[in-house]
């Protein structure tokens, strides 16, 4: 785990990505990081072992997800927050007489997502465990 976050620091500041990177980890990787000799009081850790928190390791915000987020053997997702742009897609749209107010209301359908244009795709990072750990 800590070669996983070593190896993580040294992406990001590689890539020159702008912003802080935030793992998004299942329970069992969020738990081994509280629980690691380093997370100490002597080397200014704010690791809490009583309310089972941390916010940050080897400069990348922690954040627990549950596992239903996670395909098999994926384990974490790892992402400078701002790299995908929200959208909404209009397929059809009408206007209908208002029923809380005097004038008409816009009525829609469509889809919302978000876009990584290609130049921001590799700040996002997909951590999978493989046989060899």
């Known amino acids: 785990m800590l070669k996983l976050f070593n190896d993580l620091n040294v992406y990001y500041t590689n890539i020159e990505a702008v912003g802080t990177p935030v793992a998004k980890c299942r329970p069992q990787l969020y738990n081994a990081i509280v629980d690691h000799p380093l997370t100490t009081k002597e080397k200014n850790s704010s690791a809490d072992i009583d309310q089972n928190e941390i916010y940050m390791f080897k400069d990348i915000i922690i954040q627990k997800a549950p596992e239903r987020l996670f395909q098999d053997g994926e384990v974490a997702y790892v992402y400078i927050p701002g790299v995908a742009k929200a959208f909404t897609g209009i397929n059809t749209a009408r206007t209908i007489e208002s029923e809380d107010f005097d004038g008409v209301a ?16 590799k700040a996002v990072v997909k951590v999978i465990l493989t046989p060899e750990g």
């Open 106 to 121: 816009l009525q829609g359908a469509g889809k919302a997502g978000e876009f990584i244009i290609d130049d921001n795709k």
